[in-house]
């Protein structure tokens, strides 16, 4: 089976840097996906990684470490606009996607 | 523009009826589907797995015959949520994955359903 843990919320300030982090216990492995997901809408891609290591993009940054069965979540230069849920989820076969519990993002000014 | 379409977005229905939420990966042709539900301030939470050509796969716990699921053809999934109840109101949102990888994955607009 699968078990995926998140903060369940965060508070940062606009402006700063907050790392969202993912712990996961899988029986298989195909990937490790961030999505970010505002209320009432449906989950927009942010990020994936399958190897160890850091990928970046942009304001956004995801680790993997595989052998830990962790990944963090690292935004930079915080906006109002990002106050969101982060979903980290991770896939097994086949696409098919375990959700960890979500966590809800709040940035104040 | 949109890879997958969800249709209804929001639909409302009496206790008691059925409604049928579709799926639809727009340019692509999808064998696998999946479909999730999502109450409010959780996380998405997966139901079943629509295999094109046969039987849906479901999630330990997801009764099979309240949540029917068609996939009939390779760009079209089927929920019907049958003899709703108000406990089923909930955001259902469904996804589907481009390429051989899988690791693109699109998801539907997502569809709330309101049962009064």
């Known amino acids: 089976g699968q078990n995926i843990d998140q903060p369940t919320e965060m508070t940062a300030t606009e402006g700063a840097i907050v790392q969202i982090n993912c712990t996961y216990q899988?029986?298989?492995?195909?990937?490790l996906f961030w999505y970010q997901q505002h209320a009432g809408e449906a989950p927009t891609f942010l990020s994936y990684?399958?190897?160890?290591g850091l990928e970046e993009k942009g304001r956004f940054s995801s680790f993997l470490s595989r052998s830990k069965g962790y990944s963090y979540l690292l935004l930079k230069e915080l906006q109002m606009k990002d106050s969101a849920s982060y979903l980290c989820?991770?896939?097994?076969?086949?696409?098919?996607?375990?959700f960890g519990t979500g966590t809800r993002l709040q940035v104040t000014l | 523009g949109a890879v997958v379409s969800q249709h209804p977005s929001r639909v409302i229905c009496k206790s008691g009826t059925s409604v049928k939420i579709e799926c639809r990966s727009l340019?692509?042709?999808?064998?696998?589907m999946f479909w999730y539900r999502q109450f409010p301030k959780k996380s998405l939470m997966l139901m079943a797995t629509s295999n094109e050509g046969s039987k849906a796969t479901y999630e330990q716990g997801v009764e099979k015959d309240k949540f029917l699921i068609n996939h009939a053809s390779l760009t079209l999934s089927t929920l019907t949520v049958t003899s709703a109840h108000p406990e089923d109101s909930s955001f259902y949102i469904c996804?589907?994955?481009?390429?051989?990888?899988?690791?693109?994955?699109?998801f539907g607009e997502g569809s709330w359903l309101t049962v009064v």
């Open positions: 899988t029986s298989g492995f195909n990937g």
């Open positions: 340019d692509f042709q999808a064998t696998t």
């Open positions: 996804s589907a994955s481009r390429g051989a990888s899988g690791n693109t994955i699109y």
């Open positions: 989820a991770v896939t097994g076969t086949a696409s098919k996607l375990t």
């Open positions: 990684n399958v190897l160890d």
